[in-house]
């Protein structure tokens, strides 16, 4: 069974960082497209970053300059790296893994196209 397991959640202040791990198990070829869409409090989900099997990463213009995804195929590990965390940046942050190569691979597109999630990892920060 594929699982999808974050950690590395916390509360920051402002101008701090904080660094996701995504760690994946349970299959045999890895997903075409990994993400880490986030939902923060009252409003949808929405895309923050994605990233193809190829290396190719896409992110939402909010976070482009102070996120970066990154992904060790080694390990089954998707990370997202946040800097310069803003009070806007508070959400849960998921997992996304699409093995399906029909959408393309970006920060929106996976939100639609994923199989599979984590169950988030809590990101707050505060002014």
């Known amino acids: 069974q594929v699982q999808l397991v974050e950690s590395g959640g916390g509360s920051v202040e402002t101008g701090g960082s904080l660094t996701l791990s995504c760690t994946a198990s349970?299959?045999?070829?890895?997903?075409?497209?990994m993400g880490w869409p986030r939902k923060r409090p009252g409003q949808n989900r929405e895309g923050v970053a994605a990233i193809h099997n190829d290396g190719t990463a896409s992110y939402a213009d909010s976070v482009k300059g102070r996120f970066t995804i990154s992904q060790d195929a080694a390990k089954n590990t998707l990370y997202l790296h946040l800097n310069n965390l803003k009070t806007e940046d508070t959400a849960m942050y998921s997992c996304?893994?699409?093995?399906?190569?029909?959408?393309?691979?970006?920060?929106?597109?996976?939100?639609?196209?994923?199989?599979?999630w984590g169950r988030g990892a809590q990101v707050t920060v505060s002014s």
């Open positions: 349970g299959y045999i070829r890895g997903p075409h497209c």
């Open positions: 996304a893994a699409d093995w399906l190569p029909g959408l393309p691979c970006d920060a929106d597109t996976v939100i639609a196209g994923a199989q599979k």
